[in-house]
């Protein structure tokens, strides 16, 4: 069977990049944007900063962490109001995601539910897209190079994708210096959502030998970063890693992900925790269940950030991994984060089983699997 390769949109990246927007939306024959975005941003003065660059924009800021359908459709009306011709996602993988959706639903019938992966909704979108832009302020989702929106519909209770290489952002502005004053917490967060990105894809059984290279280049960069940018925040070269490393990830999870996003979703799709902080509690867990089915590919792992070459590589992975975790800061269990339930764990599992995510996974996984997953976490 003949395996179909997919690859990134146009991006710009490098420290300045972001002067070039206006240039770059003419290009892309956008003059009446809609900038979607979200409050934090806003206050911060950055989306401010971005529209100085831009004429007749309409901005939608009411994007929330794990958004929701009605996040979409008042982006679309607003969208539609405004006569807007074009989209510019501002922001972390929560505006990106949302302005996708935004620009689906602007052309395309129904409603986001038509358009799930898991029933077939990949057959139903077409290249009949509005440009957009995608200009991402944090380095961890790797929105700005994915194929697809996430957002959580209440038609089946958890978080959803729609998927296909026709949603690709018409251009990617990757500029390190939008995310030098991340707080500590948001580029530990994000930061492991990217380190997981990179793990999850490499281990995929997808043939794809390109997305295979772009993770372990990926994992190189945020390890060079990650650490540096928390004890420095002004550190540009760190931050520069770390935005690259995210971008690699986002390429690279073109292959598909596994267990820890399948987990992940489902308990975002409880209150409003932040989809890196569970990865990156549930990545530990992950890597030990999946050993068995992925010995080889996690000894690669280990040897491409420099442990393991004395002998069992993976167990010196695992000890990375709890260092790296140890000196971020983050929770260590889901017990710690607010709005879980461990007596919700059947749920989370069910919730999980319906993930895309877990299809890529190397080790089949049952519901059981999930939720003793889940327990060894909490």
């Known amino acids: 069977m003949a395996s179909l390769f997919t690859f990134p949109n146009r991006i710009l990246f490098g420290e300045g990049a972001i002067s070039e927007l206006r240039a770059e939306i003419a290009k892309l024959g956008i003059a009446r ?39 979409v459709l008042l982006g679309l009306d607003r969208y539609q109001n405004a006569k807007c011709d074009g989209i510019i996602g501002l922001g972390g993988g929560s505006p990106i995601d949302t302005a996708k959706a935004i620009r689906l639903l602007a052309t395309h019938p129904g409603k986001l539910i038509d358009y799930d992966l898991t029933t077939g909704g990949v057959n139903k979108i077409t290249a009949d897209l509005p440009p957009m832009v995608a200009i991402p302020t944090t380095a961890g989702t790797g929105s700005e190079a994915g194929r697809g929106t996430l957002i959580q519909l209440p038609q089946n209770g958890r978080k959803t994708i729609a998927l296909s290489p026709y949603l690709l952002p018409s251009l990617a502005i990757c500029d390190p210096s939008l995310i030098v004053g991340l707080p500590p917490m948001l580029t530990a967060g994000t930061g492991m959502d990217a380190f997981t990105h990179c793990i999850e894809s490499f281990l995929s059984p997808t043939y794809h030998p390109m997305c295979d290279g772009i993770a372990l280049e990926g994992l190189k960069h945020l390890a060079k970063g990650l650490e540096s940018s928390l004890t420095d925040g002004g550190n540009l070269n760190a931050r520069r890693e770390c935005m690259m490393g995210a971008l690699l990830g986002g390429i690279s999870f073109h292959k598909g992900l596994g267990v820890v996003h399948s987990l992940s979703h489902a308990l975002g799709s409880e209150g409003r925790a932040h989809h890196g902080t569970l990865n990156a509690i549930l990545l530990p867990h992950a890597i030990r269940f999946n050993r068995p089915a992925a010995e080889d590919r996690l000894t690669a ?8 070459r004395g002998g069992d590589a993976v167990g010196h992975l695992l000890v990375l991994v709890d260092l790296l975790l140890g000196h971020l800061p983050l929770p260590r269990k889901l017990r710690d984060v607010n709005g879980l339930r461990h007596d919700q764990i059947g749920h989370y599992a069910v919730l999980a089983m319906q993930d895309h995510c877990r299809l890529t996974n190397p080790r089949p996984c049952s519901r059981g699997d999930m939720e003793e997953i889940l327990d060894r976490a909490w």
């Open 33 to 71: 944007p809609l900038v979607v975005t979200d409050r934090g941003l806003v206050a911060s003065g950055l989306v401010s900063d971005v529209c100085k660059q831009l004429d007749n924009a309409s901005l939608f800021d009411r994007v929330q962490p794990n958004p929701t359908e009605e996040d």
């Open 301 to 308: 792992i280990a040897y491409a950030l420099g442990v393991g």
